[in-house]
Nanobody
């Protein structure tokens, strides 16, 4: 069972940037789709970005043009570069496969102040 550890969150002002990392305890080189999800208080978890082994990416409309997902299979790590952050991006961010296969990690809190 691969374990996923997210990091890089924090408190940032609106318009700022953060880079999240997701380190997997095992190889992700055979996993087709890795994804970032987020869950805001009182809301359901939602998928915000996904990336295939071939580097093809998809984004939720709410983050398109501001977030960039990438992966480094040699390091078993997935990244999420978040720019032009908005208060509505405040949430706990998680990574997993798409569709989800592994247990959720602890996530990393992102708080964007206005």
């Amino acid at each position: 069972q691969v374990q996923l550890v997210e990091s890089g969150g924090g408190l940032v002002q609106a318009g700022g940037s953060l880079r999240l990392s997701c380190a997997a305890s095992g190889s992700i080189s055979s996993i087709n789709v890795m994804a970032w999800y987020r869950q805001a208080p009182g809301k359901q978890r939602e998928l915000v970005a996904r990336i295939t082994l071939g580097g093809y990416t998809n984004y939720a409309d709410s983050v398109k043009g501001r977030f960039t997902v990438s992966r480094d299979n040699a390091k078993n790590t997935v990244y999420l570069q978040m720019n032009s952050l908005k208060p509505e991006d405040t949430a706990v961010y998680y990574c997993n496969t798409d569709p989800r296969h592994y247990s959720w990690g602890q996530g990393t809190q992102v708080t964007v102040s206005s």
